[in-house]
């Protein structure tokens, strides 16, 4: 018997990628998905890399009674990844509301459904962005939290602290908050990959969207920030191996193996680039120079944060194998495939 596996938002670029390496390992897949960030074609995509099209419900998890009914038909679930949330940190700043409305209600929605069952396995998606700049890198899960620089940051922090708080008290709840680095790149059959929709806020769409002519120039946001270059430093993540660490993740929790009931883990590959590195990079995957100026700094960027991940080496068994040359190589072929 499969054992079965919701993934909400598993139709969007992180999601998606760990729904194939869900199926690649036995899993059944259910997803939910409301499409609002994402495409229908995705499941077909999914069938096309691992021969298996996961069962999917388009749903919005804003409303309790479709989550209630959701979970009321599924009794056999064996864990929950929960990917559904708005996730543009310049959106977020204008839109509050919205943004703790879709990612708190909807967690919180979920995991009451959870604390009726006997037993469940939760993954939450978090982010690096709980750190804001860490007095200290690499970062470590002990680095501190700080103040979140935007609502959708502030989204991770509660909900860390929500799932924390239920485990604390729920013994039949399981869960491992993941928090992502960058996490840039496509998966290498180029069927699946990100579909930013709109102006690209994000640094890899934004130069692949470039070096294909979709973008005028890059705008590099700041050089005069105290780094080698002066440009900010980040710990770009292949999605694969991203993926790859959520089966790690449930993997442990359905095997009992976690020390407690609620385990923090960075997920990156423990290198810090700049921009100006990662712009180096693709221009030599692409074989063409990238256009692109200096311009001011933008708000809210941190200086620099890059993954210590010996926690995730050590106790989850996983590590990255895929490099920031193989994950802009994998972004380039997505960009000249979808153009
Ligand atoms: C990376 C670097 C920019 C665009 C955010 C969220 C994080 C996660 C990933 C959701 C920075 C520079 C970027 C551009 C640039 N979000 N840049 N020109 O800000 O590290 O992380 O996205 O999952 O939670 O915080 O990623 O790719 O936006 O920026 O110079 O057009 O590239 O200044 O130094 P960031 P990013």
Redesign the pocket.
Known sequence: MKQKIVVTGGLGFIGSHVVVELQNEGFEVIIIDNLSNSSEDVLEGIKAITGVQPLFEKLDLRDKSLVVDFFSRHHDIMGVIHFAAS?A?GESVKLPLLYYENNLNTLIYILQELQKKESSNFIFSS???VYGQADTLPITEAAPIKEAESP??NTKQIGEEIIHDTCKVLENLKAIALR?F??IGAHDSVIIGELPIGT?????P?ITQTGIGLREE?????DDYPTEDG??I?DYIHVVDLAKAHVAALKRLISGDNADNYEVFNIGTGKGSS?LEVISAFEAVSNQKLNYKIVER?EG?VIA?YADTTKANNVLGWKPKLDLMDALSSAWKWEQRIK
């Not at 690209?200 to 890899?204: D, E």
């Not at 890059?218 to 700041?222: D, E, K, M, T, W």
């Open positions: 996730k940190v982010s690096c962005t959708y940051g992502y960058n996490p690209p806020q994000n640094l890899v934004f890059l705008s590099v946001f700041g440009t900010c980040r921009v933008r960027d944060a």
